[in-house]
């Protein structure tokens, strides 16, 4: 049990996010006297119960002119600033924060203009990793450590991270206890060496895999973009370049794809929007086609899983996101690209309309003695409006990962910029993991070949490599 926060919280957005985190941060951390909610619109209902117990609202917003101004009127030393807005410069901001002594929590790293340049800027530079290079190099000329600041923390980015390594100690402890274990996996498990771990059980993949699956009874009309989370947030991730952490297992780069000239150099991108790049994976208990979205946890794992030997990396999984949104999502994307990736002005976020379903929300690793292996939540509608009243399984288990960063940063204000991988991962799971509806994790036979049924196999050119399942050509739909 945290502590209870006696400073003061300003939160950025009134969104679907903050409107289901602020029940968690209120019960658990902090009293609603003390917490600033500010968003460009007036979404005073939205937040109703958390104004109702004293919480102020602002209707204002953080721009590159008064960014200065707006967070000195709210913020001192030792306050929190909780940044769950869009477009707001995570370097500026982050500097700012770490010159004024206040801590931070963000689920993305932002751009004032996420969209300048188009598609006259190079690929690679409209990629999280080169804003990641962005961050580092900012981090690099501080000296100090200064106030926590944790960067791209919600369920993913964010809690996948403790996943992995939660899953990688559930094959590890499975496969001593079934005499499958290798070479080193005991020393590794013992001295929670993640990326040994990794290595010695031979995992080459890791996909992000998501399939939600809650129904309306409201369809979606001609025109609208629907989700079960911000519309906006999904249009970035979806147009921009396809991302994804490089295996040091891949033999073959796939066609139009871009390597990093500088930096670890653990990722490449490639000159297609993610939302139609699609990829074969698994959720329990059933195979699934996701989109390779970018995210933040692409970078963050496969990098801090590398191995390295004399300034090459030995090992490394491939890792990205495999995302199968909502039906209604699904559909809203399609249309979305036949309208040359227009956005939609009539925008929808699914919630009181839900009438059943589930998020099947987790981590997939493969590879390994089991083959196949995911842990994550299946967190279903009922299950997540008794957490959380009003809220669908999607944003419970997005609010309840920023809860639970927000919860071990108060408990730690002084850890200075950090990403999900640097936290204890028992700890920060050990907040959330309620609000996940506990944590699945088991093995699965599956490899993204056993089920494939190539309708033109041999008469269209399609890459597959029967010889090693986990190439990445194997998984492309």
């Not at 921009?240 to 390597?259: D, F, M, Q, S």
């Not at 959380?388 to 204000?413: E, K, L, R």
């Not at 200075?416 to 699965?444: F, M, N």
């Not at 190439?471 to 492309?476: I, K, M």
Request: hydrophobic share 40%; with cysteine.
């Amino acid at each position: 049990m945290a502590t209870r926060f006696t400073n003061n919280l300003l939160i950025l957005g009134a969104g679907s996010v903050s409107q289901s985190v602020l029940p968690l941060l209120i019960e658990h951390l902090i009293d609603a006297k003390q917490i600033t909610i500010m968003d460009q619109r007036d979404n005073r209902a939205r937040v109703k119960d958390a104004l109702d117990k004293g919480a102020t609202y602002v209707q204002d917003q953080i721009t590159r002119g008064n960014l200065d101004a707006q967070l000195s009127k709210y913020l001192k030393a030792g306050d929190f600033l909780l940044d769950l807005a869009w477009n707001i410069d995570a370097n500026t901001i982050l500097q700012w924060c770490h010159d004024h002594g206040v801590m931070y929590l963000n689920t993305s790293i932002e751009e004032w203009d996420p969209y300048e340049g188009g598609s006259n800027k190079h690929p690679l530079e409209r990629t999280l990793y080169y804003r990641h290079m962005r961050m580092r190099d900012m981090k690099s000329r501080w000296t100090k450590t200064g106030a926590t600041a944790i960067v791209e923390h919600g369920a993913n980015p964010g809690l996948v991270s403790h996943l992995v390594k939660k899953s990688l100690v559930d094959i590890a402890t499975r496969a001593l206890k079934d005499g499958k274990a290798g070479k080193d996996v005991e020393a590794a498990l013992t001295g929670e060496d993640y990326k040994a771990l990794a290595h010695s059980l031979s995992v080459k993949v890791i996909h992000i895999s998501e399939r939600d699956t809650q129904v309306t009874n409201k369809p979606k009309q001609w025109g609208e973009f629907v989700n079960t989370w911000s519309v906006e947030g999904f249009y970035e991730e979806g147009v921009a370049p396809a991302e994804l952490g490089w295996g040091t297992h891949e033999k073959t780069l796939p066609v139009n794809a871009y390597e990093h000239p500088a930096g670890p150099k653990n990722q490449i991108a490639i000159a297609q929007p993610g939302a139609s790049t699609w990829v074969r994976s698994w959720v329990p208990n059933f195979e699934i086609q996701g989109m390779v979205i970018r995210h933040g946890e692409a970078f963050t794992i496969s990098d801090h899983l590398t191995v390295w030997d004399d300034g090459k990396a030995i090992y490394r999984p491939t890792v990205h996101y495999a995302y199968c949104p909502s039906n209604e999502a699904i559909v809203s994307m399609k249309e979305l690209e036949m309208l040359n990736w227009q956005l939609h002005k009539d925008q929808r976020i699914m919630n009181d309309e839900i009438t059943g379903g589930d998020d099947r929300l987790g981590v997939l690793l493969m590879g390994h003695p089991y083959k196949s292996w995911w842990t994550g939540s299946l967190l279903t509608i009922e299950q997540s409006r008794k957490l959380i009243p009003g809220q669908s399984a999607t944003t419970v288990q997005v609010s309840s990962a920023v809860y639970a960063a927000v919860a071990w940063a108060m408990q730690n204000p002084n850890a200075g910029l950090l990403v999900p991988d640097e936290l204890p991962w028992r700890e920060v799971l050990g907040y959330a993991e309620k609000y996940w509806g506990g944590i699945h994790s088991e093995a699965d036979d599956w490899d993204p070949l056993m089920n494939r049924r190539d309708l033109f196999e041999g008469w269209n050119n399609k890459k597959v490599d029967k010889s090693d399942p986990w190439q990445f050509s194997n998984f492309l739909v």
